[in-house]
């Protein structure tokens, strides 16, 4: 038997040593490394222990599975004794390959639970009874905007304790509404911001965990919370801030202390004053109270916090939000005397850091925008009356520095205006903040206009990842639009490791689900704009769909299976005659021109949905093994695509709006399109249907979009999966209007709402993420790299050698770990290269324009003038099909050389 390398990058519900894991039976993954071809696992052996030492000693006390006869590596569930609540957890795998070679034991890594009972929780909510308040600006959507909407003053807690002597471990568990800081003597405890994550705090609040076993000291110690608005505001159906805290403390000989938030904490205002997600933050230094988080500080002008009531809590396991990057500005300018304009060159989700040193009480302010006026001051149009004003007022002495932590801004430029002399680029830097979704994608190709719009789309999804998926940074709106949230969600899994991300999504829609099935657009509801456009609401079905099937995760589409079916149940029970007539708002929002759909109707784009829904969910319902659910459902769609083409198609032309439906005129492109993409049009109208399509595109758009963000997102798979991928690709590289092109030629850095350049009010954000779906597309086709199967069980590779490209390169760290691609174009030929590793099959599509040419790996031929001449290792079929060759291979490193 030969030594085989054991697994790597152990993984606990998808985290590497995770605190706070809620589910009863955790599932464990692991990636087998090694770059030798073909191979599989045969079998696995997972062993958790509850002490580090009999795991050393290769003990599995808490679980041994034992050797399990299996290819899985991807959420295996926990099956061992019943988990503790707050228990820190250790395991290691190894695993068998398919030659009977067996890999030493994985290092160890751990795992920690949540507090898995109600009654585990012993501290209570408090807050400071006659907190201030300040007036603030906030859009109730359903009321309007109001002007007067109270929002409170920072609010201090702190608590002083003496801990006994040698704390072997000590963990805070602590939530605060909207959001909190939580210090620790004089320390900042972790690098989360604006935590915890958003929901609907009427029906639940995430509480984090961190670890302060090397922050408590001996003696006494002091605990300081300070809270923030965020979204827990009146305008909303909150009140004021609250926060819950305990901290669980176990001593080296067994003992336990809880120290627990109660109205025993003491509560007070201080430098941090007024703090709104949209309003900024105004912070005075020279009311900092020195100390107020340490130990001996004299609170005695402190009162007795108030004990409150509080929502129900559950453990936060998605990506914390933190700052990820610094930005330093490119340009620093004085459009008016005593105005500084720092252009940061990038459009960005954050705030801004201050360096500053002047006569205490002297007050800079800081604003920020997207876009300047023709005079070089701050353009705030598109802010749609967020204030987004930052104050600091000077203490007085040695440089201060300041940052915010409550509010974030979407911006390019800051504005300082009363900064104490002339300040230089030094004196403010730019900090990048967002869910903290760690990378998985890589995409490059030689078409530099695409790597640049895959830039933009990467910098604007992470600027709509605020805990929840944001339509725009920048607005008084910021909301969980479940529409572009479903349209960037294949997106944002090529690119990043959204399935906590989603986890919680999902878990919020639920939440946000009323009785009869329906949806709010916006999720989590704080605008409650019930019943949700079909477009909309699609994000249930869709995001569930895509947390299958790039993560293999079986468990989210079973737990929230009847939910989904309480949603198409209400779309059914919604329609007429199988048709949406009534749902429909939004539809293909934002097409050229135009705000709302032009040429593609309401109730097509309404139905469609309803179909698509339907389909996704009968799939699902097979996965689950759910036969009569997955039947009667796939009935269903019959039903509706039948109504669908009975109402919408006459001869081959889907109808549109431009002069009522139906009329005769060139057809619409999202009309089209979409029927095309789910298979709906009726076998003999297909070719003429798709030849309306391309004539749409090309004739009467002069190859361009005329799609909304609904046609947009499937525009380009029609056309490339039915034989015009050089048209798609001409599309998506315009550089004139509308398009991508467009928006860089005209200084993007992220992508626009609209396809205009605007600098006026209203509809007009310009990090937008929802026309990002098209870089999902460049993976699939110009890297050629797809999920066949749930999980990239299976992979599909299949480049589109479309226009100028010559090469092309995209690799994803999927949860079997990275799958690479890169394919260049040369004068001998075409040169492919792949890597899958263990636990993942390729089918390789390698594009031909004729039978006589020869098909080398690694240096064989194995392929020449339609014959199979060889196989090599790990390559199990060679097939000629219309205009590839279809090679399949497993595990490895391949090259392929087309000659
Ligand atoms: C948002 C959109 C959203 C839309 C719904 C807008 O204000 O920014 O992206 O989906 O409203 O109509």
């Not at 290092?107 to 009874?129: P, Q």
């Not at 960037?488 to 999902?506: C, G, Q, T, V, W």
């Amino acid at each position: 038997m030969a030594a085989i390398p054991a697994p790597t990058n152990l993984r606990c519900e998808y985290a590497d040593r995770p605190r706070g894991i809620v589910a009863p039976r955790p599932r464990f993954s692991w990636n087998l490394q090694p770059s030798y071809r073909g191979q599989e696992q045969v079998a696995y052996q997972i062993l958790v222990s509850t002490d580090a030492d009999s795991m050393d000693s290769g003990v599995g006390d808490a679980w041994d599975s034992g050797r399990v006869e299996s290819p899985d590596m991807v959420n295996i569930p926990y099956e061992g004794i019943p988990l503790g609540s707050d228990c820190r957890y250790y395991f290691r795998v190894r695993w068998w390959d398919g030659n009977g070679n067996e890999s030493p034991f994985s290092d160890v890594s751990t795992f920690e639970t949540a507090l898995l009972e109600e009654e585990d929780w012993v501290a209570a909510w408090i807050s400071m009874a006659d907190a201030g308040t300040f007036p603030s600006r906030i859009n109730t959507m359903v009321n309007g905007l109001r002007e007067d909407s109270p929002q409170y003053f920072g609010i201090y807690l702190r608590h002083e304790f003496s801990p006994g002597n040698s704390v072997k471990r000590a963990r805070i568990f602590v939530s605060g509404l909207g959001f909190y800081e939580l210090r620790l003597n004089g320390q900042k405890v972790g690098n989360r911001l604006m935590d915890p994550a958003q929901t609907d705090y009427r029906e639940i609040a995430l509480y984090s965990t961190y670890d302060a076993t090397d922050l408590l000291k001996e003696g006494t110690n002091a605990i300081g919370l300070l809270l923030g608005n965020g979204r827990h505001i009146e305008a909303y159906g909150f009140e004021k801030p609250r926060g819950i805290v305990q901290l669980a403390i176990e001593y080296a000989d067994g003992q336990k202390d809880l120290i627990v938030s109660s109205d025993q904490w003491l509560a007070s205002h201080g430098p941090l004053m007024e703090n709104g997600l949209y309003y900024g933050e105004c912070y005075d230094g020279r009311k900092e109270m020195t100390g107020w988080d340490e130990p001996g500080f004299d609170a005695s002008a402190w009162h007795r916090a108030e004990s409150v009531s509080g929502p129900g809590l559950a453990s936060q396991t998605m990506p914390p939000i933190r700052a990820t990057d610094t930005l330093r500005a490119g340009s620093l300018t004085r459009p008016k005397p005593g105005v500084y304009v720092f252009d940061f060159r990038q459009n960005l989700t954050g705030w801004a850091r201050l360096f500053v040193s002047g006569p205490a009480g002297t007050t800079v302010t800081l604003r920020f925008a997207e876009l300047l006026d023709d005079k070089g001051m701050l353009s705030l149009a598109t802010l749609g009356g967020a204030e987004v004003t930052d104050t600091y007022t000077l203490k007085g002495g040695s440089e201060e520095v300041f940052e915010p932590r409550f509010t974030y801004h979407g911006f390019r430029y800051a504005e300082i205006t009363g900064f104490p002399g002339v300040p230089a680029i030094e004196n403010l830097e730019a900090i990048f903040i967002h869910s903290d979704v760690s990378k998985v994608g890589d995409f490059h190709c030689s078409n530099s206009l695409v790597n640049k719009i895959h830039r933009n789309t990467l910098w604007g999804q992470l600027s709509n990842l605020m805990s929840v998926p944001t339509d725009c940074p920048q607005r008084g709106e910021r909301m969980g639009w479940m529409g572009d949230a479903q349209l960037a969600a294949e997106e944002s899994f090529y690119n990043f490791d959204m399935i906590r991300f989603y986890e919680k999504y999902l878990n919020d829609i639920r939440f946000a689900q009323k009785d009869d099935g329906s949806l709010s657009d916006v999720v989590p509801p704080y605008w409650p704009l019930y019943p949700a456009d079909p477009a909309w609401g699609s994000a249930y079905i869709t995001i569930a769909w895509f947390c299958y099937f790039f993560c293999a995760d079986k468990r989210i589409i079973e737990d929230h299976f009847d939910t989904m079916k309480r949603y198409i149940d209400f779309l059914a029970a919604s329609a007429d005659g199988y048709i949406i007539k009534t749902l429909g708002k939004y539809s293909d929002w934002c097409p050229p021109g135009s705000v709302v759909p032009k040429s593609t109707p309401v109730e097509l784009t309404s139905t469609w949905y309803f179909y698509n829904d339907t389909l996704l969910l009968s799939r699902m319902a097979g996965i689950l093994g759910k036969r009569k659910d997955s039947q009667s459902l796939s009935d269903l769609g019959d039903k509706i695509k039948s109504a669908f083409n009975e109402t919408f198609l006459e001869g081959s032309r889907y109808a549109t709006i431009q002069n009522g439906p139906l009329t005769r005129g060139s057809a619409g492109q999202t009309s089209q399109a979409l029927p095309l993409y789910l298979d709906m049009v009726p076998e003999d109208k297909k070719k003429n249907a798709l030849r309306r399509l391309v004539d749409a595109v090309v004739r009467v758009n002069d190859s361009h979009v005329d799609t909304g963000i609904v046609g947009t997102r499937y525009l380009f798979d029609v056309l490339t999966t039915n034989g015009h991928a050089e048209t798609a690709y001409r599309v998506a590289t315009q550089r004139t209007y509308p398009g991508w092109g467009y928006m860089i030629e005209e200084g993007a850095t992220t992508l626009w709402e609209r396809w205009e350049s605007l600098a006026g009010g209203g509809m007009n954000s310009h990090n937008h993420i929802m026309l990002g779906s098209i870089d999902a597309w460049f993976y699939r086709t110009i890297a050629g790299l797809s999920p066949l199967e749930a999980g990239w069980k299976s992979v599909c590779i299949r480049p589109y050698l479309m226009g100028d490209l010559t090469h092309a390169t995209a690799s994803v760290k999927t949860v079997r770990g990275k799958v690479h691609v890169s394919w260049e174009k040369g004068d001998e030929g075409l040169r492919l290269a792949v890597f899958l590793p263990v636990g993942c099959r390729g089918e390789v599509h390698i594009p031909v324009s004729g039978p006589d040419v020869a098909l080398l790996e690694t240096g064989a031929v194995i392929w020449e003038n339609g014959k199979v001449l060889g196989e090599t290792q790990g390559v199990s079929t060679v097939d000629m099909g219309t205009d590839s060759l279809c090679v399949t291979i497993g595990s490895g490193h391949y090259t392929f050389e087309l000659r």
